[in-house]
């Protein structure tokens, strides 16, 4: 009966070792630990064929630019401020994707929303089009 009662301590005193260093892990893989996660899967992923993550293919970031620029350019005038942004910021990223894909400068991401904003987003939606990117963006 001893050597059962020291095989049960013993086994307990393991799990309760082994339970703390799971959470030390998830404490240093945390929200903190993000960026060592991604340089591990980045180290580990790419290392055999030597290739680079591709950017999304130029079809699914136009299908998105269709998508969200006619909720952006349909907007009801009394639908709420965060609904707004929210849709504003989607097609802006999405209009931004498609400027880093064709090599397009544009200031998206550096004006504060407003009138500039506003005509910045128009330049790069006529560039887009000239460029042959085929999005309808309501009038």
């Known amino acids: 009966m001893p050597q059962v ?3 049960f301590i013993l086994c307990a005193a393991l799990c309760v070792v082994l ?41 699914l970031i136009t299908a998105d630019l269709r998508r969200l620029g006619s909720r952006f350019h349909a907007l009801d005038p009394h639908v709420s401020h965060t609904k707004v942004e929210a849709v504003r910021s989607g097609y802006d990223r999405a209009l931004a994707e498609c400027c880093a894909a064709l090599g397009i400068t544009h ?3 550096v004006l504060p929303e407003g009138p500039e904003l506003d005509a910045e987003r128009t330049r790069v939606e006529r560039q887009l089009t000239a460029s042959g990117v085929r999005f309808r963006p309501a009038a």
């Open 5 to 7: 009662a020291a095989v």
């Open 19 to 59: 339970g703390g260093f799971a959470y030390l892990l998830g404490a240093m893989l945390g929200k903190r630990g993000e960026p060592f996660r991604d340089w591990v899967a980045g180290q580990t992923r790419y290392r055999k064929s030597g290739q680079q993550p591709a950017a999304r293919p130029i079809e």
């Open 107 to 109: 200031l998206l991401g």
